[in-house]
């Protein structure tokens, strides 16, 4: 198994940025690896390198996930916390990529904050001259979508002419980014599913990214549509994705925004919600769930439900992605 070099110093903030040929090389290698591992066959692909990763927000998987799979390649990650470096005292991001870009191989960032995390990201692939990694900002979180096709791919097989349900669910205990469900209805039509978005009206999504995931779906000869009913996510759906969201594009307001997610609290996903779909029907969350807010234990701990293997295949996705990139 070796990576292919024509990927070789690429930044992943947006899987705009790819094509679907240079994803499906992705797709590929994370199946070799995810077989590798099974196996127990060393995969030892970045021996001697460094992937720094920077956290401005919390993380269970994304942190864990880039961590191991460093490990299992026979390179090195390294936590950074912004408030334990010198960002937390005015340091730039042209500075900082470029010293942690004489040290290393790769610099991955998680950066969420609304109108800022974005183009954070992008000031230090300006400089960096090494592959930036997006784990989540305000706009995208590319990782997270990767594994998700790759645990479609897994229960399917060919994704042309499958229906995706992305539906909008309450979760009241804090404000989540849009990332998710924006990098959903961006990659998904490009891989020939069809995407029933839906949603309260007070949590659209950024205009310029419905338009541009209309226009992939033009693109791939694919439904793109956007509903105000929780069921048409679910109806005739071979899979789901509820999750929550925040107002962010009608309100930054904190206090605000929750009152909303509480207007709307029958928007939980059941199993009255499941039968809607196909009888193949899969339900997928990203994670962390707000059980019992979100959706019932027995819809997330029952038969169609597959929250683990998308999980597990965060860490095959981004081995794949370092491997190629870095
Ligand atoms: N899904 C996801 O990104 O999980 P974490 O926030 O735990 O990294």
């Not at 299992?72 to 870009?101: C, F, W």
């Not at 998700?148 to 097989?157: N, S, V």
């Amino acid at each position: 198994m070796s990576a292919r070099a024509d990927l070789n110093g690429k930044n992943l903030i947006s899987t705009q940025d790819w094509t679907v040929e240079e994803l499906e090389i992705l797709f590929d290698l994370a199946a070799e690896l995810k077989d590798a591992k099974r196996e127990g066959r060393p995969t030892s692909l970045l021996q001697a390198k460094t992937l720094y990763m920077i956290f401005f927000d919390a993380s269970t998987r994304t942190r864990n996930s880039f961590e191991t799979g460093m490990t299992q390649l026979g390179g090195h990650a390294i936590y950074l916390s912004p408030d334990r470096m010198q960002i937390s005292h005015g340091e730039n991001a042209k500075d900082t990529a470029n010293v942690l870009a004489r040290y290393g191989d790769a610099i991955a960032i998680r950066h969420c904050e609304m109108g800022v995390g974005n183009p954070y990201l992008n000031e230090v692939a300006q400089h960096a001259g090494v592959p930036v990694i997006n784990m989540q900002c305000d706009i995208y979180h590319p990782c997270q979508i990767l594994a998700d096709y790759l645990t479609i791919r897994e229960q399917f097989g060919d994704t042309r002419g499958l229906k995706l349900g992305v539906a909008w669910t309450s979760a009241p205990n804090y404000v989540r980014p849009l990332s998710v469900p924006q990098s959903l209805i961006l990659m998904m039509p490009r891989f020939g599913i069809d995407v029933t978005l839906a949603y309260p009206p007070e949590f659209k999504l950024m205009p310029e990214i419905e338009v541009q995931a209309k226009a992939n779906a033009d693109a791939a000869g694919v439904k793109f549509e956007i509903s105000d009913r929780f069921e048409d996510a679910f109806e005739d759906a071979d899979v789901v994705i509820p999750k929550s969201w925040g107002p962010l594009v009608t309100t930054r307001d904190v206090p605000e925004g929750l009152r909303l997610i509480e207007q709307y609290s029958s928007w939980r996903c059941d199993s009255r919600h499941m039968a809607l779909g196909k009888k193949r029907l899969i339900y997928m969350h990203p994670l962390p769930a707000d059980r019992g807010r979100e959706v019932t234990d027995e819809v997330i701990d029952g038969p169609q439900s597959v929250v683990y293997d998308e999980a597990e295949n965060r860490l095959h996705v981004q081995k794949a992605l370092m491997a190629l990139t870095m």
